[in-house]
């Protein structure tokens, strides 16, 4: 607790860092969220993306967006709903593989993905609902477990992950799809079980150092858990690195989140979700039930 005013400088920053990120910049929402046609194709040769962008936008399927997709002859490329020759999955991709051939260079389809507006539409509001939920849910449970003061922390502590974890994305530019949002709830459920043991051992120690004031005991207490805290993220993001090195570009930006969110979730365990229930006032009254006069 020492620290908890630079701690609670850095995480300012970061929040107004990833909170103008985005409003200026937005989430770049993926296929998932947006609705239209996610092609994989594999060139021969290596081939820029500028070059295939500047094909495409003198075709029907100006606006496209293409990107690399883990080595220099392979493309992503996401063809808006209103682009290309509709609905027809079949009849978009093989007329979008005429479009790139124009130029004389060899390539093959990988993959081919279509999601309907209404579709993308549908999931934005059940991913925001689901991450509305887990919190409210969180709220209820940590408040009947510990304390009122307890469950703010707890969730004071989960938004600051949320919306840094964000901002990292909307910094970035990296896509936002399904795969991240599943990432971002298990980087809430990550985050939650860090802040339940800090605060399990809180409890105890509340009970027992009954002399103590309240900053000595969740220094006690946040020392007796570092080694546990420190070495369950370490492990857990060699399993991460493993995944975001070894694990092909598919994964790469669910790995990505799982990486800054274990990171960010460590950092708020420690220092966000003890230090704002504390500045809530918690004290040993809060946790053990008052004596009643003329008890044995």
């Known amino acids: 607790m020492r620290y908890r005013l630079w701690s609670a400088v850095c995480s300012f920053v970061l929040l107004v860092a990833a909170i103008g990120s985005l409003a200026v910049n937005g989430l770049n929402l993926g296929i998932d969220f947006t609705g239209g046609t996610l092609v994989e194709v594999r060139y021969l040769e290596p081939v ?133 949002l599943a990432a971002l709830l298990a980087v809430v459920g990550y985050s939650l ?3 339940i043991v800090i605060f399990d051992r809180l409890r105890e120690r509340f009970r027992h150092m009954i002399k103590a004031t309240p900053v000595e005991v969740i220094n006690t207490s946040l020392n007796q858990t570092l080694r546990r805290t420190l070495v369950t993220s370490l492990t857990t993001l060699l399993v991460l690195f493993a995944l975001f090195l070894l694990g092909g570009e598919i994964i790469r930006a669910f790995s990505v989140a799982l990486i800054v969110g274990v990171l960010i979730g460590t950092y708020s365990s420690i220092y966000v979700a003890s230090a704002v229930t504390l500045a809530l006032g918690v004290s040993r009254q809060d946790l053990v039930p008052a004596e009643k006069e003329g008890a044995p």
């Open 48 to 180: 820029s993306p500028g070059v295939v962008r500047e094909v495409l936008d003198g075709s029907e399927f100006r606006g496209a967006a293409v990107q690399p997709f883990g080595t220099p002859r392979e493309l992503l490329i996401r063809v808006p709903p209103n682009a290309g020759p509709g609905g027809d999955k079949a009849l978009l991709s093989e007329r979008l593989l005429t479009v790139l051939r124009a130029g004389g260079r060899e390539i093959e389809m990988r993959r081919v993905e279509f999601v309907g507006p209404q579709v993308g539409e549908e999931l934005t509001r059940a991913g925001a609902l689901a991450v509305l939920y887990a919190l409210g849910g969180i709220l209820v449970y940590v408040s009947l477990r510990f304390q009122f003061r307890f469950s703010l922390g707890a969730i004071a502590a989960l938004v600051h992950d949320v919306l840094i974890v964000l901002g990292f994305f909307s910094f970035t530019r990296m896509d936002f799809d399904l795969s991240v």
């Open 193 to 195: 079980n860090d802040t």
